[in-house]
């Protein structure tokens, strides 16, 4: 059993924002395999999967980003998962629009979903696809710019780097860490 988190926050008015790639990209994914977001479970809306023989669940927490933890770690805890087999997908300031990177593991760098997800796990040792949304323009304050829809150029961009993130789930799902990370991070 693997886990996929896409991390965002919950309602329509935030369905558009830069820090909900994560759950754009699980919803991106759902759609291409077919899957439905049918229960709730731990705090989080999830859909049950299966690529080849690889049984996978679909998460997106509904407790606001800064309380992600609250949904991933019982769920990480009721199915007994090796954090190796965590995937979360989210938002990074730090990283060029549109630009992918895999890692194995790292700290919250900033990101408060994040913080909450290491903080319950009491580990930063899991895996995670981040997506570059760029950095604010100006002075602009970073809470505010992620909250933001992006604008029609970025979401040029951002389409078919949401299709890149798919491909680079079903890789991750696969084939693992490491193919993904040879394919999908970019230099």
Request: charged content about 25%; some cysteine.
């Amino acid at each position: 059993m693997k886990l996929i988190v896409g991390l965002g926050n919950p309602g329509l008015r935030y369905a558009r924002n830069r820090h909900n790639v994560g759950f754009q990209i699980v919803d991106a994914f759902a759609a291409e395999h077919g899957l439905r977001f049918d229960r709730f479970q731990f705090k989080a809306q999830v859909a049950d999967g299966r690529l080849d023989d690889c049984r996978f669940l679909l998460a997106k927490p509904q407790t606001f980003m800064n309380l992600s933890g609250e949904a991933v770690q019982p769920l990480v805890s009721f199915y007994k998962m090796d954090l190796a087999d965590l995937l979360v997908v989210y938002d990074d300031l730090d990283l060029p629009l549109g630009r992918l990177r895999l890692r194995p593991f790292g700290g919250a760098g900033g990101h408060n979903g994040m913080r909450s997800i290491i903080h319950r796990l009491g580990s930063d040792r899991f895996p995670r696809l981040r997506v570059g949304i760029g950095r604010p323009p100006g002075s602009m304050d970073p809470a505010d710019y992620v909250l933001q829809n992006f604008s029609p150029d970025e979401e040029a961009v951002m389409a078919s780097t949401r299709a890149a993130a798919v491909q680079a789930m079903v890789v991750w799902l696969r084939e693992g860490l490491d193919a993904a990370m040879n394919r999908f991070n970019a230099s």
